[in-house]
């Protein structure tokens, strides 16, 4: 089973790089996904392939027209049964990890991109989802089709050679992930910390474990509100509020 992404544009040219390269590329060759862009102006009729219009009641700016999304929609219904249709909007639902996870796991999935000052409201009766990458304006949909393909894409089982590494990452288990080092052990004065190369796994798991919620709590303490944490972790959390370090901890120091 693979995925299909269906993307609806105006530039289906800008999604020609992003399928050339890392592990995106890596998917689509693996059979993984597959990326069709849809070019809107060939749903248009006139000679000028027209696809935008002035919008009603006025103001500044041009809408998308709802002829040639339609059509397009209408295409995509014969080569796919039930695609999920989302489509990209500012005030859309906010993108984030676990909206990845479920287009992971969809068959087909179509991506309208806006562009001018949006679509014409009527397009939102084919539209299962709005979606929104961020508190701020793109001027198309484009960018944040690539943004929400990219992060879907590598989740799809298989994609990712080495399985842990979705599981390390930031958000995967609601924390943020833990700081990395690699060669040389020093740098410019600075020291990769011993416990990592210390060889001694159960103690480096633990470590990992007090960054992980050192850096949540000190970059996104919201996180640790919805996180499903341990016993050992809340133990943690209680050294990590009173500013003390990892040594602390392990050495059972007292905190009140
Ligand atoms: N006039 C609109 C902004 C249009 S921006 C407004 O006032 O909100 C043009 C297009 O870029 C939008 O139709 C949408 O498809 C896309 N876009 C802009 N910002 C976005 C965001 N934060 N997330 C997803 N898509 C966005």
Redesign the pocket.
């Known amino acids: 089973m693979s995925l299909r992404f269906f993307v609806v544009t105006i530039f289906p040219d800008f999604f020609e790089c992003f399928k050339n390269f890392g592990i995106v590329n890596k998917a689509i060759k693996l059979g993984k996904v597959q990326i069709q862009t849809i070019n809107l102006r060939d749903f248009t009729e006139d000679k000028h392939r027209t696809v935008d219009d002035v919008v009603y009641g006025g103001g500044p700016?041009m809408l998308?027209k709802p002829e040639p999304i339609f059509k397009a929609y209408d295409y995509i219904k014969t080569v796919s049964k039930n695609p999920y249709v989302i489509?990209?909007?500012?005030?859309?639902r906010k993108?984030d990890q676990n909206f990845a996870k479920e287009l992971s796991q969809k068959e087909d999935i179509v991506i309208?991109?806006?562009?001018?000052?949006?679509?014409d409201e009527r397009v939102k009766t084919i539209v299962d989802e709005e979606?929104?990458?961020?508190?701020?304006?793109?001027?198309?949909?484009e960018?944040?089709a690539t943004v929400i393909m990219d992060s879907t894409i590598r989740l799809l089982p298989d994609v990712l050679s080495e399985k842990e590494s979705l599981t390390v990452d930031s958000f995967s288990d609601g924390l943020l992930g833990y700081p990395n080092y690699t060669r040389p052990p020093e740098f410019r004065g600075m020291k990769v910390p011993e416990v990592l190369m210390s060889g001694n796994h159960k103690l480096i798991a633990l470590w990992r474990r007090f960054q992980q919620l050192k850096k949540t709590y000190e970059k996104r303490p919201d996180l640790l509100e919805k996180a499903n944490l341990s016993v050992e972790d809340k133990k943690m959390l209680n050294y990590i509020y009173k500013g003390k370090d990892f040594e602390a901890y392990l050495k059972g120091e007292k905190i009140d």
């Open positions: 700016g998308l489509i990209t909007e500012p005030w859309g993108f309208i991109c806006g562009r001018y000052e949006g679509v979606v929104s990458i961020g508190d701020f304006i793109l001027s198309g949909g960018p944040a």
